[in-house]
């Protein structure tokens, strides 16, 4: 679940992409999720992962893309599974402080929508739409 600090200082719930909260067995995380764009991330059995220009969310920064490698790991509630990646190397993540540097961006949440199984997080800035950054699997 993202959440979303509002000028007056209080937590908002950023609305998911279509689908509902799913629990996710680790064979199934473990393939290839696709954004909109191309970016994709190769979620691997042993824990591993690579990145090619897949959307993530670091913040509030909005169209974050990195490539690399790094691990993953599921951690889920009674309701939903959640996908954490930390890269091998750092990531800028502020092009006007390129020293700000990010190894770990937020988690992704699982979400099914019929056969089509997705991972999502939300990005960007929360008054703008409330922008989702959303990979859904081949094997959907």
């Known amino acids: 679940m993202a959440l979303a600090l509002t000028a007056c200082g209080r937590f908002t719930v950023m609305p998911p992409p279509n689908g509902e909260p799913v629990v996710l067995k680790p064979a199934e995380l473990a393939t290839t999720w696709t954004d909109a764009d191309g970016g994709t991330l190769t979620l691997k059995p042993d824990g591993t992962f690579i990145a090619d220009k897949v959307c993530v969310a670091v913040r509030w920064y909005e169209g974050l893309t990195w490539s690399g490698t790094g691990t993953w790991e599921q951690g889920s509630n009674k309701k939903q599974s959640f996908v954490a990646v930390s890269f ?8 006007y402080h390129p020293e ?5 961006p937020d988690s992704y949440g699982a979400l099914r929508q019929g056969k089509v199984l997705k991972l999502w997080v939300a990005v960007g800035d929360p008054d703008n739409d409330y922008p989702n950054c959303v990979l859904t699997s081949p094997a959907s």
């Open 100 to 104: 700000r540097v990010e190894r770990r």
């Open 88 to 95: 091998d190397a750092d990531h800028p993540v502020d092009t």
